[in-house]
């Protein structure tokens, strides 16, 4: 249906409708195309204007004649300049309507002019050149139709004055032919207005559909453009899917080779059967691939009908919703019989509609054994004192778990049990591991050396001379306070240090300088004005990093690793002086 504003464009309003876009566009069309007929009405006005004067110039006053072809020529000058205006200006929809009414100004005013000539110019002693007058301004009418019919009214406003006018003056002659004359403008008149009508129809709606056609091309042409973006990211996806399923391909190639190879166990299980398990699971359970996942698990592990399989339990116990613990140790009895130390843990997925359960096994019976060794050295070392009973712990530990002792023994030196333990037991012990050996060995250490703690020659005298001078002491270790506290009373110098920094105190041991830094700041120094005495490379090390001066005592480690001190001593009495500030 068509909105009010474009029934008025319909009707052939001079002035833009006023509505919707699409209006307004079609509006400005068709002042646009009365304005390109301007040179071709104008040019035929003009020339008929100089051919009416010319056959009325023997006939008319020549005066006034002069004056009527001036009025045309201004009339038509003034559409002239309008349209030299409009070509100018700013053409837009909006302002169609202003420009609209200037050329119906023009067009109305020359339609006048020429109607004028039927009174002015109308010779009534000759009948010959009155009908000359009627044919030219008929012809001129019809001509008319053609240039004004983009806009309804615009032709009208030309041949109603014109044809008007002068079929007033034959009515008002009064005689037979001029009565038949008046008759028959006005009944042309009748005839030239229907035909305008259509013919502006006609130019309405060529300018319609060719609007129409033009916005569908727009819209055709957005729309493949569209489909065509569409097409590119539909494409774009397509190859990053193809890509990413090709990668996702090739690292669960990765994934499934590294697990099927990996040497601690891994099983997926849900609905009481394994639906995974990699190699090293079916050697720990004595069973093949077939027999894994051809029957229920309470047939396929040992132990699993008394309730005693910890793979079993564990699985149960996470179907069952309980709280379990994400790691613990346990005894698994293999389908051959032999019993294995292992480590489990669990965790519980999520697989279609049904819980599922993933384990990890890994075997610990090595290390298990090693750890028993360790505990039957400490018994059998009764008779060993101090720092020998130590080391032969370390050596029997070493010797079952094929350590190069002299490699322990230079890296552990000054270090914390989180980074020995690791290197006696392997780095893959959970950290609560780690903790418990750390704190057995050191429980170990303190029940062998208690009561017999071994002093380096000069050491109490080296502490009481200092302390003497007025230095400020402190102890910085990474051992635990316990290890400090047991050797600083048995040797009597307890009360003598102001400042104890222990394994407790810092998250890194040595070789980082954090111990020393963290002593000096307690005593309320600058690093730069410590001395640090020190037996072991890593805590050498850990003291030129803290900036200070370092005195190596040689002994526990020889000359050529201590070579980064500032100065090697072979015994602490070295460094008992008159003056301490010269050491």
Same mark, same amino acid.
């Given at each position: 249906?068509?909105?009010?504003?474009?029934?008025?464009?319909?009707?052939?309003?001079?002035?833009?409708?006023?509505?919707?876009? #699409?209006?307004?566009?079609?509006?400005?069309?068709?002042?646009?195309?009365?304005?390109?007929?301007?040179?071709?009405?104008?040019?035929?006005?003009?020339?008929?204007?100089?051919?009416?004067?010319?056959?009325?110039?023997?006939?008319?006053? #020549?005066?006034?004649?002069?004056?009527?072809?001036?009025?045309?020529?201004?009339?038509?000058?003034?559409?002239?300049?309008?349209?030299?205006?409009?070509?100018?200006?700013?053409?837009?929809?909006?302002?169609?309507?202003?420009?609209?009414?200037?050329?119906?100004?023009?067009?109305?005013?020359?339609?006048?002019?020429?109607?004028?000539?039927?009174?002015?110019?109308?010779?009534?002693?000759?009948?010959?050149?009155?009908?000359?007058?009627?044919?030219?301004?008929?012809?001129?009418?019809?001509?008319?139709?053609?240039?004004?019919?983009?806009?309804?009214?615009?032709?009208?406003?030309?041949?109603?004055?014109?044809?008007?006018?002068?079929?007033?003056?034959?009515?008002? !002659?009064?005689?037979?032919?001029?009565?038949?004359?008046?008759?028959?403008?006005?009944?042309?008149?009748?005839?030239?207005?229907?035909?305008?009508?259509?013919?502006?129809?006609? /130019?309405?709606?060529?300018?319609?559909?060719?609007?129409?056609?033009?916005?569908?091309?727009?819209?055709?042409?957005?729309?493949?453009?569209?489909?065509?973006?569409?097409?590119?990211?539909?494409?774009?996806?397509?190859?990053?899917?193809?890509?990413?399923?090709?990668?996702?391909?090739?690292?669960?190639?990765?994934?499934?080779?590294?697990?099927?190879?990996?040497?601690?166990?891994?099983?997926?299980?849900?609905?009481?059967?394994?639906?995974?398990?990699?190699?090293?699971?079916?050697?720990?359970?004595?069973?093949?691939?077939?027999?894994?996942?051809?029957?229920?698990?309470?047939?396929?592990?040992?132990?699993?009908?008394?309730?005693?399989?910890?793979?079993?339990?564990?699985?149960?116990?996470?179907?069952?919703?309980?709280?379990?613990?994400? !790691?613990?140790?346990?005894?698994?009895?293999?389908?051959?019989? /032999?019993?294995?130390?292992?480590?489990?843990?669990?965790?519980?997925?999520?697989?279609?509609?049904?819980?599922?359960?993933?384990?990890?096994?890994?075997?610990?019976?090595?290390?298990?054994?090693?750890?028993?060794?360790?505990? /039957?050295?400490?018994?059998?070392?009764?008779? /060993?004192?101090?720092?020998?009973?130590?080391?032969?712990?370390?050596?029997?530990?070493?010797?079952?778990?094929?350590?190069?002792?002299?490699?322990?023994?230079?890296?552990?030196?000054?270090?914390?049990?989180?980074?020995?333990?690791?290197?006696?037991?392997?780095?893959?012990?959970?950290?609560?591991?780690?903790?418990?050996?750390?704190?057995?060995?050191?429980?170990?250490?303190?029940?062998?050396?208690?009561?017999?703690?071994?002093?380096?020659?000069?050491?109490?005298?080296?502490?009481?001379?200092?302390?003497?001078?007025?230095?400020?002491?402190?102890?910085?270790?990474?051992?635990?306070?316990?290890?400090?506290?047991?050797?600083?009373?048995?040797?009597?110098?307890?009360?003598?240090?102001?400042?104890?920094?222990?394994?407790?105190?810092?998250?890194?041991?040595?070789?980082?300088?954090?111990?020393?830094?963290?002593?000096?700041?307690?005593?309320?120094?600058?690093?730069?004005?410590?001395?640090?005495?020190?037996?072991?490379?890593?805590?050498?090390?850990?003291?030129?990093?803290?900036?200070?001066?370092?005195?190596?005592?040689?002994?526990?480690?020889?000359?050529?690793?201590?070579?980064?001190?500032?100065?090697?001593?072979?015994?602490?009495?070295?460094?008992?002086?008159?003056?301490?500030?010269?050491?």
């Amino acid at each position: 249906m068509q909105s009010g504003d474009e029934k008025q464009a319909h009707d052939g309003k001079a002035f833009a409708p006023r509505g919707t876009e #699409h209006a307004e566009r079609l509006f400005s069309e068709q002042v646009r195309l009365l304005y390109e007929h301007v040179p071709i009405a104008l040019l035929g006005l003009l020339l008929n204007a100089l051919v009416l004067t010319y056959v009325l110039w023997d006939v008319t006053d #020549h005066a006034t004649l002069l004056i009527w072809l001036g009025a045309i020529l201004a009339s038509g000058g003034g559409r002239a300049v309008l349209r030299y205006r409009y070509r100018r200006g700013a053409v837009t929809p909006a302002r169609a309507a202003r420009w609209s009414a200037g050329y119906l100004v023009g067009t109305l005013a020359s339609g006048l002019v020429w109607g004028l000539a039927g009174i002015f110019l109308f010779p009534p002693q000759s009948i010959v050149h009155q009908v000359f007058i009627a044919f030219l301004a008929g012809g001129l009418s019809a001509g008319s139709l053609a240039a004004y019919s983009a806009v309804a009214w615009m032709a009208p406003a030309f041949f109603l004055p014109a044809l008007g006018i002068l079929s007033a003056r034959f009515f008002w !002659q009064g005689d037979e032919i001029s009565l038949i004359m008046g008759a028959m403008i006005a009944l042309y008149i009748v005839l030239v207005s229907f035909i305008a009508r259509g013919m502006h129809m006609t /130019t309405r709606t060529s300018l319609r559909l060719r609007l129409e056609n033009s916005s569908l091309i727009a819209h055709l042409t957005e729309a493949k453009t569209h489909a065509e973006r569409l097409n590119e990211e539909l494409n774009q996806k397509i190859q990053q899917r193809t890509e990413a399923e090709q990668a996702l391909r090739k690292s669960e190639e990765k994934f499934r080779g590294l697990v099927e190879n990996a040497t601690d166990g891994i099983a997926l299980v849900q609905g009481e059967r394994i639906q995974y398990a990699n190699r090293a699971v079916l050697e720990m359970i004595g069973c093949t691939e077939q027999e894994a996942y051809a029957q229920p698990i309470v047939q396929v592990m040992p132990d699993t009908n008394l309730g005693k399989n910890p793979i079993y339990q564990r699985y149960r116990e996470h179907v069952a919703g309980k709280d379990v613990p994400s !790691q613990f140790e346990a005894q698994l009895e293999r389908a051959d019989g /032999t019993v294995i130390d292992v480590i489990l843990s669990s965790a519980l997925i999520h697989m279609g509609s049904e819980n599922a359960v993933l384990i990890m096994v890994k075997d610990i019976t090595e290390r298990k054994r090693a750890e028993e060794a360790l505990l /039957t050295m400490a018994e059998d070392v009764g008779s /060993t004192t101090g720092e020998e009973m130590f080391r032969s712990l370390v050596e029997c530990l070493a010797t079952s778990l094929n350590v190069d002792f002299a490699l322990v023994g230079e890296f552990a030196g000054g270090r914390q049990n989180r980074d020995i333990v690791p290197i006696l037991f392997g780095d893959d012990r959970a950290p609560e591991d780690v903790r418990r050996l750390g704190a057995r060995k050191e429980e170990l250490y303190r029940d062998l050396v208690r009561g017999k703690v071994r002093v380096s020659e000069g050491a109490v005298e080296l502490v009481r001379h200092y302390r003497a001078g007025g230095y400020q002491l402190a102890v910085g270790s990474s051992t635990p306070r316990a290890n400090i506290d047991l050797a600083l009373g048995e040797m009597g110098i307890a009360d003598l240090f102001g400042v104890i920094v222990s394994s407790e105190d810092v998250s890194v041991g040595k070789p980082d300088p954090t111990v020393f830094l963290t002593a000096a700041s307690r005593l309320g120094v600058l690093p730069g004005d410590c001395l640090v005495i020190e037996d072991a490379p890593a805590g050498v090390e850990a003291g030129k990093a803290a900036g200070m001066v370092v005195v190596a005592l040689a002994g526990s480690h020889p000359r050529e690793k201590l070579g980064h001190a500032d100065r090697v001593i072979s015994s602490l009495n070295e460094l008992i002086i008159a003056d301490p500030a010269n050491a």
